[in-house]
């Protein structure tokens, strides 16, 4: 089974400064995505970026960008320039493809990390 | 915009109580999930089901079934409510195949059930 594993509960950072959060997962396939999705207080899962596993290059969104480590199995999301609106819990998560799991495309999420903003 | 609703934003019922969590999305999708999130858990899948009629269990099924009788909706039932499952439910949606984002998730914006 594959398990996907935020290692901090909590982070905080000061506002317009970098943040890393880290992400480890297990699988033994080799084509699968991996997501980043941000839950703010309004409880809305907004999903921030997604990276494919076939695809070297690491995905970026604006100030969000990913380092993902494939071997090492690693996704970790850095946030530059961190403003007041990127207070949230962030989750990592993990599905297989579709071409492999045919009706099987469920996400499997971590813990989370909650990130503070410090003004 | 796709919307993925949930019926009730908070819920109180009472232990043995049949809940009836329900999921409407508009944006035709095949896929529908319900997640538990807990803190320090993170969001567990309890049931999912990529067509009509049809459901898998998820990660944690034990005392939730599940309906889905139309593609847009999709319901969770718990048949006798017990306290331990006092927690944050999460509905959502994707499609089903290889397309330009299928495989994005969307979701409702929860169901905060406490059970006394």
């Known amino acids: 089974a594959q398990t996907v594993t935020q290692s901090q509960p909590e982070m905080s950072v000061q506002e317009a400064e970098t943040v890393t959060l880290s992400c480890t997962y297990d699988?033994?396939?080799?084509?699968?995505?991996l997501f980043w999705y941000k839950q703010p207080p309004s409880r809305q899962m907004i999903l921030v970026i997604r990276?494919?596993?076939?695809?070297?290059q690491n995905a970026t969104e604006n100030r969000f960008s990913v380092n993902f480590q494939k071997a090492a199995k690693s996704f970790s999301l850095k946030i530059s320039d961190s403003q007041l609106g990127d207070a949230a819990m962030y989750f990592c998560?993990?599905?297989?493809?579709?071409?492999?799991?045919?009706?099987?495309?469920?996400?499997?999420f971590g813990t989370g990390t909650r990130l503070t903003i410090i003004p | 915009d796709v919307k993925v609703t949930q019926s009730s934003r908070y819920l109180v019922k009472r232990t043995g109580e049949k809940v009836f969590l329900e999921c409407v999305q508009d944006?035709?999708?095949?896929?529908m999930f319900w997640y538990r999130q807990d803190p320090g858990l993170g969001l567990r899948l309890i049931y999912f089901?990529?067509?009509?009629?049809?459901?898998e269990k998820g990660d944690i099924p034990e005392g939730y079934s599940v309906s889905r009788e139309k593609k847009e909706r999709f319901s969770l039932i718990l048949e006798s409510a017990s306290t331990n499952q006092t927690s944050m439910y999460l509905c959502?949606?994707?499609?089903?195949?290889?397309?330009?984002?299928?495989?994005?998730?969307?979701f409702g914006s929860g169901t905060q059930l406490s059970v006394l």
């Open positions: 959502a949606s994707s499609f089903r195949g290889r397309k330009s984002t299928n495989e994005k998730l969307f």
């Open positions: 944006m035709d999708h095949e896929n």
């Open positions: 089901s990529y067509d009509v009629k049809m459901k």
């Open positions: 998560a993990y599905r297989m493809s579709w071409v492999s799991n045919f009706g099987n495309e469920k996400l499997t």
């Open positions: 699988t033994s396939e080799s084509d699968y995505y």
């Open positions: 990276q494919e596993a076939y695809k070297q």
